[in-house]
Structures are given as structure tokens and as C-alpha cells.
DNA sequence: CGCGACGTTGATTTGCCTCAACGATTGTGG
DNA sequence: CCACAATCGTTGAGGCAAATCAACGTCGCG
């Protein structure tokens, strides 16, 4: 059987996780593969700023994204996204309008994108991609409620605890400020709050 | 043309609704109802409780909806939900596993039902409504990106004044406990904002 | 080296909570 | 029809967690 030099770099990651998806054959994997884009974004680097339309889903290969948005000049972090992961922001993506959002990359990161008119093809040549559009909507959304129900957990310190448990990997290689900002915090009180949880261990 | 008397009831809402979303023939339309129950609930009677299984999607003909969960035996109310919108609870919908919250009217209300085993043979028999189940996720996902955004804004006064401005109907329609709840702070403290608003008009 | 980014710590302020008491309104049973 | 309870919003007093403001130490990097 033939594979595509690109299809060797990708299947690693993206092909099982497609397959275990919506179950492609190869030939169908191969038209989804003609529609990929890739780019690789360095340490701090901006994906997408307020006011951009977002005409991509992406698939983080490796590194680590973040979003966020901007209240009185203030940064507010909304999410990470690890690799092996889809990440696209959803309002801007959907209605074509412009993001009220951030993304920035918290690592040197590897992506591989699908532009919006190709998923809107693929809805049309392959139906078995609303699937795709469905399930991706569908993560989106209970990534959200996550987050969300994080966010009305009463205390900071039981916010915390709770991320340390859900998400270590968060707590492992987000800086500190960053993830202050996602629950809903200060830098200093979080500092306050970590030496308050040493000492009671 | 033939309509049935069941079609002749519902059309004035779902109909429309419906083909705006995703263009049925009456034909489709016809099998679709074929799909459909209906219930009434009375003010304050409870539509899903905590640990049922949500095997149904409703739209909401008339009244109003809340979803709201338990935290150390306090109620967090996590939204409101007007006519003609549809609603479900998502994460116990799609992956069938007890539900984390509870769902109640606010007001006399009629649902019209649509069971998740009729939904996921509707995928197969009219490909279309794989469009429609999309659908209602993105649109579930961006209500609930819309609270969240509200959450992570940083006074509960401004909080309350975006409600204000972008949903009016919560405003008029809900008991402010309820309000207050779903803005994250307690009854007295909503009586005190409200206060200070009026002071400074 | 010198600068910027990041985390920590102290002193003070503040916004919201808690607890409690009190009207106003609505609903209900005698 | 009235008496009573339940629900809901308001108001006051006091407390506390997190914000604010500011200074300082550390690390990494051009």
C-alpha cells in the first residue's frame, strides 16, 4: 500500500485519532490529508489576535497552546490546549466573524491546519465529517462546562486543588501568572495560596 | 397538502425552526414528527434531576427552563432557557451517564421531546440531521462560552449590567435569587448592587 | 553584564459573605 | 374571610478572602 510521505509524518498522531473518530478508510483519509496545511509557531508567538477571523481548526502536534482575552487591558486565560488535541476558536469560526480571543503559544509548538472551506467540502464529499464538525463540537462544548463549573467552585484554594488533580499537566508547564488568570485570580494570591497548601502537607 | 393536526400545532414554532436550520422537505418534516413527544410541567416541577440519564432533546414551545447543580447543598443556577430554543443536557445526552444537575421550570411550560435513540436514527435515515445534532452543539457550546465570559468578568455590578443589557428577559422573568445565583454572588448582596445601580441614575 | 519576566512577601483596602432580623407578598387551610 | 406559613427581597453589623500597591529576589537571555 502507498503512503504519502506527509501521511507517514502525520499518522502518528492524527490518523489514529481520526480513525478511532469516525472510522475513515484510506482513501478517504487520503482526500482529508490533500486539505492539511501545517505551521509552527515559536515560544510566545501569536496564532490568532482580537479582531482576526478564524478560518482554521487545529491540530496541535506538539506543544501547548493558550487563550485568552483582554478586559481593561487586562489578559483573562480562558484555556490550554495540549497536543494530540483539535483547538479552534469556535465563535469566530463558525460565524465567520471577527474573535474576541488571543491564542498564543505557551511552547514551541507544531500544528496542523484544516481551513474552514475544506471542512465545509468535506461535510459535502464526505458525510461522515459531520461527524467530525459534530464531535468537535461537542469537546469544545465539554471542555467549557469544565471550565466553567470550575469556575463557580466557591474558593480559590479548592479551585486549585481541583486542577491539580484534573490537570496536572496544567500546573506542570503553565507558568504561574497564567494560571492565576484561569482561575479567576491574582498572581500574589495564588503564591499565598500554594504556600498555604505546603504547609498543610 | 395534507398537514396533519399534530404538524398544525407545532408549526408555528418548530416548523420554522426547523427549516431555517437545515431546509426539511415536508416529507422529512413529517418523519421527524413522527419522532416527537410532548410534555407540560408546572411552575417549579423538576424536568431532570441529579443521577437521571437525559435521553431527550426538548424544545421549549412556551415558559422557561433553569439548570442549576448542588454544591454542599446549594443551589448554583447555571442558566435560563426562553421559548422556542432548544435544550439538553449535553454531557448526560451524549455520553448517556447521570446527570450532574437538575432541571426545572420557572414558569408553566410546554416542551415538545425528542428521544436520543429517534435523534441517532435520524442521523442514519436523513444524513441532514447529522447538520441539526452539529447544530445544537455549537449553539449550546456558545451560550455557555457567553456565561463564562460573563463569569470571568470582574465585579459582580458589571456582571449585572451586561445581564442587563444583553439578556433583558432574565431580568424580567427570574426571581432574583435565581439571578444572583447564576451571577455567581448571593441574594443580599444582588439586593445591595441593584441598590447602588438605582442610586446612580 | 543589565534587563525583563516571573514569583514571593508584607501592609492595607475592599467587595462580597455570613448571620440575623424584618417587611411585603402570595398561597393555603380552617 | 381571616390567620398563618412560606417565599422572597431588603437592610444592618461584622468578618474574611482576595485585591491592590509596592518592594525585593531570582532566573534566563540578548
Known amino acids: 500500500m502507498y503512503i504519502s510521505s506527509k501521511k507517514t509524518s502525520m499518522q502518528q498522531s492524527l490518523?489514529?485519532?481520526?480513525?478511532?473518530?469516525?472510522g475513515l478508510t484510506n482513501e478517504e483519509f487520503d482526500i482529508f490529508l490533500?486539505?492539511?496545511?501545517s505551521q509552527k509557531?515559536?515560544?510566545?508567538?501569536?496564532?490568532i489576535a482580537e479582531g482576526d477571523i478564524c478560518r482554521y481548526a487545529y491540530f496541535i502536534k506538539k506543544g501547548c497552546l493558550r487563550y485568552f482575552?483582554?478586559?481593561?487591558?487586562?489578559?483573562?486565560?480562558?484555556?490550554?490546549?495540549?497536543?494530540?488535541?483539535?483547538?479552534?476558536d469556535y465563535?469566530?469560526?463558525?460565524l465567520q466573524k471577527p474573535s474576541k480571543q488571543n491564542i498564543d503559544a505557551l511552547e514551541p509548538t507544531e500544528l496542523i491546519l484544516l481551513p474552514k472551506s475544506e471542512l465545509l467540502n468535506l461535510y459535502i464529499t464526505i458525510p461522515k465529517f459531520e461527524k467530525f464538525g459534530?464531535?468537535?463540537?461537542?469537546?469544545?462544548?465539554?471542555?467549557?462546562?469544565?471550565?466553567?463549573?470550575?469556575l463557580t467552585q466557591q474558593s480559590a484554594e479548592e479551585r486549585?486543588?481541583?486542577?491539580?488533580?484534573?490537570?496536572?499537566?496544567?500546573?506542570?508547564?503553565?507558568?504561574q501568572h497564567y494560571i492565576a488568570s484561569y482561575l479567576g485570580i491574582k498572581p500574589p494570591s495564588?503564591?499565598?495560596?500554594?504556600?498555604?497548601?505546603?504547609?498543610n502537607t
Chains 1, 2 share one sequence.
Open 160 to 175: 486549585y486543588l481541583r486542577l491539580m488533580k484534573e490537570r496536572p499537566k496544567v500546573i506542570e508547564r503553565v507558568p
Open 91 to 94: 465563535e469566530s469560526f463558525l
Open 190 to 199: 495564588l503564591s499565598r495560596i500554594r504556600k498555604r497548601i505546603m504547609n
Open 69 to 88: 482575552h483582554n478586559v481593561d487591558g487586562e489578559e483573562i486565560t480562558g484555556q490550554f490546549f495540549f497536543e494530540n488535541g483539535w483547538y479552534t
Open 34 to 37: 490533500g486539505c492539511l496545511q
Open 134 to 150: 459534530r464531535i468537535m463540537a461537542e469537546n469544545a462544548f465539554l471542555g467549557l462546562r469544565n471550565r466553567t463549573e470550575l
Open 41 to 47: 509557531l515559536k515560544r510566545r508567538e501569536v496564532l
Open 15 to 22: 490518523f489514529p485519532h481520526l480513525q478511532h473518530l469516525i
